[in-house]
């Protein structure tokens, strides 16, 4: 017959992601259980563009703790931290001005974006690999199954790349990417585009690390597709209509408050 973890829907999947961070979660209020030093240096890795070398500390986890998921919050916790220091200073980039609109920004980016739209990501990219890309006749007896703490971490890694770009790369480059010329809408396109690529390369680099796993390239697709827009929306602005992903991404986010 069929493993549990091929028999399991999306729905299911989804629906077990909750009670599975309920530990973790708790743990993430234990500070001095933390250890940051290896975050940080798992965050300076990606930022030198050596994810490799964090899924190789997977590996080693698996090998000595035999799970593949960091059993450690602190890479989450510091990944919070730095989306509310990214978030306050957009906002004060953009002149907001209440209280209320910097705790809105605050629970788009982090209870939205980071968490809600991470379990969305972790859980679909879960049941994928557990449905489609496993080796059906791996040579051990033990049936080998992707666990969702570990999609979680994929998503964590992947969002930090995200995040240099989209968040700390557009806060630095706001007077440009919001301007209106072709630049504007090159530099704001270009950023965005990178970001999405990046997320969805380092997506596939962790699901490759899993040696169990077949044809993990699927999780290239989205970057290709993120490439071809960002190339649809050069050859767009060059014949007068300017898609600018900056204006359109704040403008979203922004829709229920005045500046």
């Known amino acids: 017959g069929r493993s549990r973890g091929e028999d399991e829907s999306l729905g299911e999947v989804w629906a077990q992601s909750v009670p599975l961070m309920r530990p973790f979660l708790k743990r993430a209020v234990r500070l001095n259980q933390m250890d940051f030093e290896t975050a940080l240096d798992e965050m300076l890795s990606l930022c030198l ?14 090998q000595t703790k035999n799970r593949w998921a960091r059993d450690d919050p602190a890479f989450a916790v510091l990944q919070v931290g730095f989306l509310l ?21 605050a ?28 080796e059906r006749n791996w040579s051990h007896s033990v049936d080998q199954k992707v666990e969702w703490l570990y999609a979680f971490d994929v998503h964590c890694n992947a969002f ?27 530099v704001a396109n270009a950023l965005h585009a990178a970001a999405f690529a990046a997320y969805f390369y380092v997506t596939h680099l962790g699901f490759r690390a899993l040696p169990y ?35 359109i991404a704040i403008a979203a986010v922004m829709a229920p408050f005045y500046y």
């Open 213 to 247: 796993l077949r044809r993990t390239e699927l999780f290239l697709y989205p970057a290709l597709a993120a490439l071809l827009l960002f190339a649809l929306s050069v050859l767009a602005a060059l014949l007068g209509l300017k898609l600018n992903a900056a204006k």
């Open 160 to 186: 930090f790349v995200y995040f240099i770009a989209a968040y700390v790369g557009h806060y630095f480059l706001l007077p440009v990417s919001l301007g209106h010329s072709f630049l504007s809408v090159l």
């Open 49 to 62: 563009g050596q994810p490799g070398r964090v899924f190789r500390l997977a590996y080693y986890r698996k």
């Open 107 to 134: 629970v788009a980016t982090t209870l939205v974006h980071w968490l809600v739209c991470g379990l969305g990501a972790s859980s679909l990219h879960c049941w994928l690999a557990n449905r489609f890309l496993r």
């Open 85 to 105: 220091v990214a978030t306050v200073a957009t906002g004060a980039a953009l002149k907001a001005r209440r209280l209320l609109t910097y705790c809105y920004l």
